[in-house]
Structures are given as C-alpha cells and as structure tokens.
C-alpha cells in the first residue's frame, strides 16, 4: 500500500529551525505534486510549499522568506526547512503527494510542530 510518513516535528523556541522529512513508499517524479500543508486549532488546511505538477514551487506568502522546500526524487522524499519560527507556524503539518500518472493523493498522518514565544 502506497503512503508517506513524516518525521522532523517539534517544540522550538521562537527564531528557531526545524526541518521536517517526509518519505514516500512508492516511486515519486518530477511531474507529482509534493509538498507540505499544516493545519492549526480551528483553522483550515492550507498549503505550505508544494512543488506542482510543472515542477515550479509555490509557497504561501507567511513562510516564503523563512521556508525552503526540497526534493530528493531518487530517494522518494522531500523536505521542509523551516527557519526564524514564529509562533504562528504552530501547527499539524501534513505531507502531501499527488501521482500525475494516476491522479491519486495520498496525505501523511502529520507532525506537530509547536513554537513557543
């Protein structure tokens, strides 16, 4: 069964890293959608940073000068540095991969990352 599995949550103090890790089991390319949304208390879903099926990368507007995504293809994994914490970034964070052969996604289970102020 195909899935993906975070690793790399945490507790970190405001101005903090992390860097949180998301393997696939299945065999990823460049034309999959893969990426990272998060989920606060209360609050949708929403994207993080994602590489689209174009192979371009988007990021939301509140970590773009902080965040930097990245992609290991023949490992099947990709990465989120996360830099200059703010307590704001408290939240679940979801690794995410659509196939485009396929059309599937598929979700991690998520990783809590939690910052203190």
């Known amino acids: 069964q195909v899935h993906v599995v975070e690793s790399g949550g945490g507790l970190v103090q405001a101005g903090g890293s992390l860097r949180l890790s998301c393997a696939a089991s299945g065999s990823i390319s460049s034309s999959d959608a893969l990426g990272w949304y998060r989920q606060a208390p209360g609050k949708q879903r929403e994207v993080v940073a994602i590489?689209?099926?174009?192979?371009?990368?988007t990021y939301a507007e509140s970590v773009e000068a902080r965040f930097s995504i990245s992609r290991d293809i023949p490992k099947n994994t990709v990465a989120l540095q996360m830099n200059s914490l703010e307590a704001e970034d408290t939240a679940v964070y979801f690794c995410?991969?659509?196939?485009?052969?396929?059309?599937?996604?598929?979700w991690g289970q998520g990783t809590q990352v939690t910052v203190s102020s």
């Open positions: 995410y991969w659509r196939r485009w052969s396929t059309g599937r996604e598929y």
């Open positions: 590489f689209t099926h174009s192979g371009s990368i």
